[in-house]
């Protein structure tokens, strides 16, 4: 008898019974994507999300426009956004530059990550010779600086460079001891994987909140490429239900709204009441999944829309 469980505890309304979300975009690269990113943008802030946060390129290579992107959120809405740093291909008085830079910007939450080596996944990562070692140097080199906000990464079905999963929470561990708030996971499709790895976190002893990475499927093929390339696994019956769609993107589109939901209100059910998602820069499936979860768009929010 899930339905009525289900009933009650959306009961919350607008307010959505205690959801809280957090969006997660990528900087453009021309005129047009960013047309794309601000139509999502303005579509989404209605929904009063905690915060929203924007991707630093590998390599640091979307250093300016990150920047820019962060800005122009702190100018023309009232989200409070968060910028991705990585440690990647620079020195660490570069990064303390782009951490100073933020907070001269009025930003208060970084994304502290390690990056991933120039010759992406499965290349040896290296560290820059005077760069930040990894995340928790970073987190620690960020708290040297500024009082801000610091959330990092968390990888329920590990980390591809980490041999075990015990490796993979030492490194959380460590990120945590040198002052992160909060992880973010790597998205997942089964969400086992999330509530064991959560348990195995909090029999560490680690109390930040494990906020749920979710990525709504909105192309099965770049999201299966993704999963190979981080480390996610990608169920069978994942493939099976987008199986034959690869040429009719409308069926496409209300299968992925139908798994990402089948997947929130499971986590919901189960306890879970904040969500991090990858929102990929488009509004729509995302816009429904948080609908499905309660939320509302704020009149508030929409009136400092109009304005902007
Ligand atoms: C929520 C989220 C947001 C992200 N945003 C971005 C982004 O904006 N830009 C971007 O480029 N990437 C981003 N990534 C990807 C991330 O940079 C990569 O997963 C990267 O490979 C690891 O970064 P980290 O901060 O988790 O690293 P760390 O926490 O430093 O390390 C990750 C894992 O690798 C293992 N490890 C690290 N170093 C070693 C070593 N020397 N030997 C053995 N094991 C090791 C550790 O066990 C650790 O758990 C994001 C990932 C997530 C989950």
Redesign the pocket.
């Known amino acids: 008898m899930d339905a009525p469980v289900r009933r009650s505890r959306f009961a919350g309304g607008p307010a959505g019974g205690g959801i809280r979300v957090s969006f997660e975009f990528f900087p453009p690269k021309t005129a047009e994507m960013e047309h794309t990113l601000w139509e999502a943008i303005g579509r989404l802030a209605p929904l009063a999300p905690a915060f929203v946060s924007v ?4 390599g640091g290579s979307t250093r300016e426009r990150t920047h820019a992107t962060v800005k122009r959120i702190l100018a023309e809405t009232a989200l409070v956004p968060a910028a ?1 740093l ?1 440690c990647v291909a620079a020195q660490c008085a570069d990064i303390d530059g782009v951490v100073r830079a933020y907070c001269e910007a009025g930003v208060r939450h970084i ?1 502290a ?4 080596p120039p010759g992406g ?1 499965g290349e040896r ?1 290296a560290p820059h010779p005077g760069g930040y070692a ?3 140097a970073l987190v620690a080199g960020i708290r040297n600086i500024a009082d801000v906000e610091i959330s ?2 968390a ?1 329920p079905e590990k ?1 591809p ?2 041999l075990t999963v015990d ?2 929470i ?3 561990q460590a ?1 945590v001891d040198a002052g992160a708030n909060r992880a ?3 998205f997942f499709f089964e969400n086992d994987h999330y509530f064991r790895y959560l348990d195995r976190v909090r029999a560490r002893g680690i109390e930040i909140p494990i906020v749920p ?1 979710i990525l709504p499927v909105q192309n099965f093929k770049q999201a299966r490429a993704f999963a190979e390339r ?1 480390g996610a696994s990608v169920p069978r019956w994942l493939a099976e239900r987008f199986d034959g769609l690869d040429d009719d993107p409308a069926t496409r589109k209300l299968i992925a709204a139908a798994v990402a939901a089948e997947q929130v209100l499971d986590l919901v059910d189960r306890g879970v009441s904040d969500f ?1 998602f990858y929102t990929m820069n488009r509004a729509d499936l995302v816009y429904a999944i948080c609908h499905l979860l309660g939320l509302r768009p704020n009149a508030a929010q929409e009136a400092k829309k109009a304005v902007a």
């Open positions: 991707t630093y390129g590998a991705h990585t994304v990550l390690r990056g991933d996944v990562y990894n995340a928790a990092v990464a990888y980390h460079d980490s490796a993979d030492d490194m959380l990120k973010m996971t790597q990475g981080c991090h």
